[in-house]
Nanobody, 130 residues
Framework: QVQLVESGGGFVQAGGNTRLSCAAS????????MGWFRQAPGKEREFVAA????????YYVDSVKGRFTISRDNAKNTVYLQMNRLQPEDTALYYC???????????????????????WGQGTQVTVSS
């Protein structure tokens, strides 16, 4: 069983930056694809970014391209989401998700579909004030 714990959320002014971290338990983190998702009040969960186990495959939702950067440090069992130039519409509960690496499909949909992930963190709130 893999446990994921997010941290780094909080209140940020519009235009500001912050970084989310997701620490994973276990010894097999390097074999996991990881993703970040978010859910705003009254809205459905939304894909934000994903990174494959080898860091070769990376995807972003269009609304964060050029502002957010996903990365991972396998030695620290941690995946990060650097969030720059934050906007009020980025306000949401941000979740980290993981699954054993895909040895087959590497299509975008396989990374953006939350139902394809097996493990989820408890979420960390990011609130961007205008």
């Amino acid at each position: 069983q893999v446990q994921l714990v997010e941290s780094g959320g909080g209140f940020v002014q519009a235009g500001g930056n912050t970084r989310l971290s997701c620490a994973a338990s276990g010894r097999t983190f390097s074999t996991y694809d990881m993703g970040w998702f978010r859910q705003a009040p009254g809205k459905e969960r939304e894909f934000v970014a994903a990174i494959g186990w080898s860091s070769v495959t990376i995807y972003y939702v269009d609304s964060v391209k050029g502002r957010f950067t996903i990365s991972r440090d396998n030695a620290k069992n941690t995946v990060y989401l650097q969030m720059n130039r934050l906007q009020p519409e980025d306000t949401a509960l941000y979740y980290c998700a993981g699954r054993l690496r895909s040895l087959g499909s590497s299509s975008r949909s396989y990374y953006t579909d939350g139902d394809k992930y097996d493990y989820w963190g408890q979420g960390t709130q990011v609130t961007v004030s205008s």
